[in-house]
C-alpha cells in the first residue's frame, strides 16, 4: 500500500471512529430522554424520510443520497429498537449489578437452589396437607398450589377459588412454608393477596398488561411465566410492566415454548436461564413439569437448569397422580418426588 493510501485509509479510520462516538451519543440521549419519563419516538418510515431529507438539503445534497439514505434508515431503526428494550429500561441488568435475593416468610430465593413443588390444584386440606407435609420434610419450603385454575376447557375443573387459597394459607402457616398461587383476574388481587406470598403469573396471562400492572402496586415477589408463544423479549418487557409501577421484586420462569415436537408437552428452552441472567437481575426458575409433561425426564432437565444458573426448579406432586383432578401424567407421588429431591439436590 503506497503512502497516499496509507494516508487516506487513516482519515477513513478516524470517521469511522468519530461515527462511532455520535452513534453512541446519539443512543446517550435516548437512554437520558428514557430517564426523564420522555417517550421515545418509534420508527416511522415517512417521519425518516422528511428528517433524511432536511439533512441532505443542509448538507447541499449529496452524490450518493440513496446510500444516505440506507444508512439513516438502520440508525433510526436501531434507535427504535432501543427506545423499545434497550437499557434504559429498570429491568436491564447494569453492569456489575448483582443478582437480586428475595426473602420471603424467612426463606430465600436467588442463592441457593430451591424447589418450588405442590400440587397442580388445591383439591383438599387433607390431600395439601399431605404434600406439604412430604415436601417439608424434604427441605422444601416454597409450596405452589392452583387454586383459580386457567383450564384449556371451560368444562374441566377450574380450581375451588377462595376455599382453595384458605387451604394454602392454613397449611403454609402450619409447615412454615411460602405460599405461591397463580392469579387470573385483576378483580381477584385482594383476595388473593391476603392468602398469598408469592403471586404467579401463568403462561396465559404473560401478556395481560392491566394485571402486570396492577401486581406492580403491590409489594410482594411476581413469578412471571414465559408465554407459550413467548420471545425472550417480550418476556423482559412484561416483566417492565410490574417494575415500571414499582415492584422490582419479579422471578422470570422458563416453562417451555410451543413448538411442533410431540414427545413432550412443550420444548424446554434452557439457553433461556443465561439469557436472562445476563440481561435482567432476576432470579430465574424452570418449570420442568410443565416443560416436559412428563416424569420420567425431569430429573436430567432440572440438573441441567440448575447448572445453567437456574435460581430454582418447579415440580408438581400429589398423593395418588392417577386420581389428580388436573395435570395427573405430571405430577409426582409423594416416593418419586423424594427421588427426584434426592436425585436432583443431593451434593
Not at 462511532?20 to 417521519?47: K, T, V
Not at 403454609?172 to 398461587?181: F, H, I, K, S
Not at 401478556?207 to 413467548?230: I, Q, S
Not at 432476576?282 to 440448575?306: E, S
Request: hydrophobic letters at 40%; aromatic letters at 6%; a negative charge.
Amino acid at each position: 500500500m503506497t503512502t497516499s493510501a496509507q494516508q487516506l485509509r487513516g482519515e477513513l479510520n478516524d470517521m469511522d471512529r468519530q461515527i462511532a462516538r455520535l452513534l453512541q451519543g446519539r443512543f446517550d440521549i435516548l437512554d437520558r430522554l428514557r430517564g426523564e419519563g420522555a417517550a421515545a419516538s418509534s420508527y416511522d418510515p415517512s417521519e425518516e424520510a422528511r428528517a433524511v431529507d432536511a439533512v441532505l438539503r443542509e448538507t447541499n445534497g449529496s452524490r450518493d443520497a440513496e446510500a444516505v439514505r440506507r444508512v439513516f434508515g438502520e440508525v433510526f431503526r436501531a434507535s427504535a429498537e432501543r427506545s423499545e428494550a434497550g437499557p434504559g429500561l429498570r429491568v436491564r441488568r447494569a453492569p456489575g449489578q448483582p443478582g437480586s435475593v428475595y426473602e420471603v416468610r424467612g426463606h430465600r430465593i436467588g442463592d441457593a437452589p430451591q424447589l418450588i413443588a405442590g400440587p397442580c390444584s388445591i383439591e383438599s386440606y387433607e390431600q395439601t396437607r399431605a404434600v406439604g407435609e412430604r415436601l417439608h420434610s424434604l427441605g422444601v419450603r416454597f409450596l405452589r398450589g392452583g387454586a383459580y385454575k386457567p383450564r384449556t376447557s371451560p368444562y374441566a375443573f377450574q380450581g375451588l377459588k377462595e376455599e382453595g387459597l384458605k387451604i394454602m394459607r392454613q397449611v403454609t402457616d402450619e409447615l412454615g412454608m411460602v405460599a405461591v398461587t397463580e392469579i387470573l383476574d385483576p378483580r381477584d388481587l385482594e383476595r388473593i393477596d391476603r392468602h398469598a406470598d408469592v403471586f404467579q403469573v401463568g403462561t396465559r396471562n404473560m401478556f395481560n398488561y392491566d394485571l402486570l400492572r396492577l401486581l406492580g402496586e403491590t409489594r410482594k415477589p411476581v413469578l412471571l411465566k414465559r408465554g407459550l408463544m413467548a420471545t425472550l423479549e417480550e418476556l423482559i418487557l412484561a416483566a417492565e410492566y410490574i417494575a415500571e409501577r414499582g415492584n422490582e421484586q419479579i422471578i422470570l420462569c422458563e416453562r417451555g415454548v410451543r413448538s411442533f415436537e410431540k414427545w413432550t408437552r412443550n420444548t424446554l428452552d434452557l439457553a433461556a436461564v443465561p439469557l436472562l441472567l445476563a440481561r435482567t437481575p432476576f432470579p430465574v426458575v424452570v418449570d420442568v413439569a410443565h416443560a416436559t409433561g412428563r416424569k420420567d425426564i425431569m430429573v436430567p432437565l432440572a440438573r441441567a437448569a440448575l447448572a445453567a444458573g437456574a435460581a430454582a426448579v418447579m415440580v408438581e406432586s400429589h398423593p395418588n397422580p392417577a386420581l389428580a383432578l388436573s395435570d395427573n401424567e405430571q405430577q409426582m407421588d409423594l416416593e418419586e418426588i423424594g427421588r427426584f429431591v434426592e436425585a436432583v439436590f443431593a451434593p
